[in-house]
C-alpha cells in the first residue's frame, strides 16, 4: 500500500469518525440552539428562514368587483344583497324594476 492510500484510508476513518461524533452531540446541540431561540427571541425571518402563509391567516382578500344591475340616476345597485332605500321607494311608487335594468 503506497502512501496515497494510506492518508485515503485515514480521511475516510476520519469521516467516518466526524459523523459520529456530529450524530452524537446532535440531540444537545439542538436543544441548547432551541433555548437561545426562545430566549433571544429570534424570528423565522431572522434565522434565515423563508415564511409561507398558513392558508387560515388572516390575508387581506382581493374585493371581486361586481357590475351595476341597476341605475336610477346617480344611485346604482349591483342587485346583491338588501334592497338599498332609493329601490324600496321606487319599488313602492308602484314602479318595475325591471324599468331600471342596465342593459349590458
Given at each position: 500500500m503506497d502512501e496515497l492510500e494510506k492518508?485515503?484510508?485515514q480521511?475516510?476513518?476520519?469521516?467516518?469518525?466526524?459523523q459520529e461524533i456530529a450524530q452524537a452531540n446532535r440531540i444537545p446541540v439542538l436543544e441548547d440552539?432551541?433555548?437561545?431561540?426562545?430566549?433571544y427571541g429570534f424570528t423565522p425571518e431572522e434565522l434565515g428562514f423563508q415564511v409561507e402563509a398558513k392558508p387560515n391567516a388572516m390575508v387581506e382578500k382581493k374585493k371581486k368587483v361586481v357590475a351595476v344591475k341597476y341605475r336610477l340616476g346617480n344611485n346604482t345597485w349591483t342587485?346583491?344583497?338588501?334592497?338599498?332605500?332609493?329601490?324600496?321607494?321606487y319599488l313602492a311608487a308602484g314602479k318595475a324594476l325591471d324599468d331600471i335594468l342596465v342593459s349590458t
Open positions: 492518508i485515503q484510508l480521511i475516510a476513518e476520519l469521516q467516518k469518525k466526524a440552539v432551541k433555548n437561545k431561540i426562545k430566549l342587485g346583491r344583497g338588501k334592497k338599498p332605500k332609493w329601490v324600496e321607494d
